[in-house]
């Protein structure tokens, strides 16, 4: 841990996609695992599916991460008074960084991590199962960066920006 203020809560996390059944469901995931206690980690969408993508389940699946209980909500479920004050907001499909959001209980940072929707891969399983580990992967990177951030230590201009930062070499990767 690295300041007091680490120690004393989880930070709060809301992953939103529009659909809310592969990237921002995967990601939750991802924090909820590899976070170790630091994080609460929770995702939505504007327009939420009825079910959970089966390749981002299958891809959680193969890298032993657990994905009991992990379903499509809308963000409406963060946004009432029972909701969980938010830390930080981030919108992981191009749609979502044009929607306006809600206000968030609390003041959330927000960034934007566009990532490439793997459910518009095309071609057989084995290529839509490619696509859903790339996501994973990328996300995986990504997550695992933003983890290591000493997130109590930074004020939150600087903060925003090192966010900020790590949104466009997602992008700058995905575009590779």
Same mark, same amino acid.
């Given at each position: 841990m690295?300041?007091e203020?680490?120690?004393?809560?989880?930070?709060?996390?809301?992953?939103?996609?529009?659909?809310?059944?592969?990237?921002s469901?995967?990601?939750?995931a991802?924090?909820?695992?590899?976070g170790?206690?630091?994080?609460?980690?929770?995702?939505?969408?504007?327009?939420?599916?009825?079910?959970?993508?089966?390749?981002?389940?299958?891809?959680?699946?193969?890298?032993?991460?657990? +994905? *009991?209980?992990?379903?499509?909500? /809308?963000?409406?479920?963060?946004?009432?008074?029972?909701? !969980?004050?938010?830390? %930080?907001?981030?919108?992981?499909?191009?749609?979502?960084?044009?929607?306006?959001?809600?206000?968030?209980?609390g003041?959330?940072?927000?960034?934007?991590?566009?990532?490439?929707?793997?459910?518009v891969?095309?071609?057989?399983?084995?290529?839509?199962?490619?696509?859903? +580990? *790339?996501?994973?992967?990328?996300? /995986?990177?990504?997550?695992?960066?933003?983890?290591a951030? !000493?997130?109590?230590? %930074?004020?939150?201009?600087?903060?925003?920006?090192?966010?900020?930062?790590?949104g466009g070499?997602i992008g700058?990767?995905?575009?590779a």
């Open positions: 690295n300041s203020m680490e120690k004393a809560k989880p930070f709060n996390v809301l992953f939103l996609c529009t659909g809310n059944s592969a990237r469901i995967m990601a939750e991802i924090l909820s695992w590899h170790q206690g630091r994080f609460n980690a929770f995702s939505a969408g504007s327009d939420p599916a009825h079910e959970v993508n089966p390749y981002a389940l299958a891809a959680l699946h193969n890298a032993g991460i657990p +994905a *009991d209980g992990l379903h499509a909500k /809308s963000w409406n479920e963060f946004t009432g008074p029972d909701a !969980p004050e938010l830390d %930080f907001v981030f919108t992981l499909c191009d749609s979502m960084a044009g929607e306006i959001c809600p206000q968030w209980p003041r959330p940072m927000t960034s934007h991590w566009g990532i490439p929707d793997p459910a891969a095309t071609g057989g399983e084995v290529m839509k199962h490619l696509a859903f +580990a *790339d996501t994973f992967r990328m996300l /995986s990177n990504q997550i695992g960066v933003f983890c951030l !000493p997130l109590g230590g %930074f004020d939150r201009h600087p903060l925003q920006t090192r966010l900020d930062t790590l070499i700058k990767s995905a575009a």
